[in-house]
């Protein structure tokens, strides 16, 4: 196996007491979450290059498993099915499969419908597993991928928002969830899952981010003049914003590790016992998003990605600055 390809959690907050929202990316083909949720046609024919096919392929090889062969007239008739494979040894444990509809949707000749009904398939589907889900009296964990956006036609940010509507009326509905994480393998979709997450205010990680009110750049001591300049450009150069701010995580992480030449993931990743875990998860966070903007010409980020890391990178420098010796 790949180690480069396992589900690394980028983004890490509590919404609820004891009840986590992530944003993970890698391959879910190594999710070791309690159940996995994937969308199919009820008809069992994969494209290689889905979701479920390369998941599909993967279990063949490894344990001889044919979903297709698994997949029955549940998936239409209740409009989710789910498959156990608790007992085949694998990091895999349910496998949770709602209903985008019948393949002869394709015959809809117009895209932006066929995308609606698939669209409408999924949300009745998501609903009713939903309810199965708030059901189950046991504690448990869940990895959700994006839903029928890459031969379903479904647009992402329209997706990714449903997706999020849905999360937060589960965690409404239950307390046995512990970890919901989104989990994206490119990063286009990663982007638009966190640009979604920040978008809707109800699961921000913490609800006093934003700016209202004007910020008293004085208290940020030493970063004053970086955060100032990234507040000014915040709508002409979100992509410098970004950048500034993983140049202020580096100062912070190379100072409390005392090493001026350690690289970033390596100092973070030192000081995962030694900050609260929120901090942890928005130095994680900077970082990636920062290497994005920083190495990726293909990534375009908004004023809200720009918003939200200098949000974050204002928290991380607010306990740095608090739990800094003086001396």
Not at 257 to 269: E, R, W
Request: include cysteine; aromatic fraction near 10%.
């Amino acid at each position: 196996m790949d180690m480069t390809e396992f589900i690394k959690t980028k983004l890490l907050f509590e919404y609820k007491k004891g009840q986590m929202i992530g944003l993970g990316f890698g391959n879910i083909i190594n999710s070791d979450a309690d159940v996995l949720i994937l969308s199919a046609f009820s008809e069992p024919s994969f494209t290689p290059n889905s979701t479920i096919g390369a998941l599909n392929e993967y279990l063949i090889k490894k344990s001889n498993i044919n979903l297709s062969e698994l997949i029955d007239d549940e998936l239409q008739r209740k409009g989710y099915q789910v498959i156990d494979l608790s007992s085949r040894g694998l990091s895999l444990k349910k496998i949770l499969l709602v209903n985008m509809g019948s393949r002869d949707l394709f015959r809809t000749s117009n895209k932006e419908d066929l995308a609606e009904l698939v669209l409408n398939s999924l949300k009745q589907g998501l609903e009713k597993a939903g309810n199965f889900l708030s059901g189950d009296g046991n504690l448990f964990t869940l990895d959700v991928t994006a839903l029928g956006t890459k031969y379903g036609g479904v647009k992402r940010k329209e997706c990714f928002d449903m997706l999020i509507n849905w999360a937060t009326d589960l965690f409404a509905s239950t307390k046995n969830i512990t970890f919901l994480r989104f989990v994206s393998f490119d990063l286009d979709t990663f982007v638009d899952f966190f640009e979604s997450i920040y978008r809707l205010k109800k699961i921000k990680p913490e609800q006093e981010l934003t700016f209202s009110a004007d910020y008293d750049i004085d208290k940020y001591s030493s970063f004053k003049q970086e955060i100032s300049s990234a507040l000014r450009n915040l709508d002409e150069n979100p992509r410098g914003v970004i950048i500034t701010c993983r140049s202020i995580i580096e100062t912070i992480v190379k100072f409390r590790v005392k090493d001026n030449t350690v690289k970033l993931a390596d100092g973070i990743s030192l000081l995962k016992g030694a900050t609260p875990p929120s901090i942890y998860s928005y130095l994680t966070t900077c970082r990636l998003l920062g290497n994005f903007s920083n190495h990726d010409p293909d990534f375009i980020p908004t004023r809200r990605d720009a918003e939200g890391i200098l949000l974050l990178t204002l928290r991380i420098v607010e306990w740095h600055l608090a739990n800094s010796n003086p001396n």
